[in-house]
């Protein structure tokens, strides 16, 4: 199973940086992924739903450490990748 598209949404929120969609070999769509900065720096947030209870718990996440680490990489790289493009735009305009 491959990554073959990411889509970066940012916010500009305290901690959450970023919603993200992720397309699975060109077939599965998960949406609502979240770009969150927390104590150990920016992470990703599988899809989630609130309970009765006031938790939280994932609609959809990985099963293993590498399936989630492939994830991870790829959303974090798209978002990076979007953050220095608009980086560069800001100081093309200075």
């Known amino acids: 199973m491959d990554v073959t598209e990411v889509r ?10 970023a919603y993200a ?3 699975l070999d060109h077939c599965f769509l998960v949406r ?8 150990k720096g920016l992470f990703v947030a599988m899809p989630s739903k ?11 996440h990985p099963l293993n450490r590498d399936t989630r680490r492939m994830i991870e ?10 953050k220095t493009e608009e980086g560069q735009m800001h100081q093309a305009e200075a």
């Not at 970066?8 to 940086?17: C, D, G, M, Q, S």
């Not at 609502?32 to 104590?39: C, R, T």
């Not at 990489?73 to 979007?82: I, K, Q, W």
Request: proline share 2%.
């Open 8 to 17: 970066v949404f940012p916010v500009e929120e305290e901690r959450l940086k």
């Open 21 to 23: 969609t992720i397309t």
């Open 32 to 39: 609502d992924l979240k770009i969150i900065h927390g104590n």
């Open 50 to 60: 609130k309970r009765k209870d006031g938790t939280y718990q994932d609609t959809a």
């Open 73 to 82: 990489e790829a959303v974090l790289g798209e978002y990076d990748r979007l």
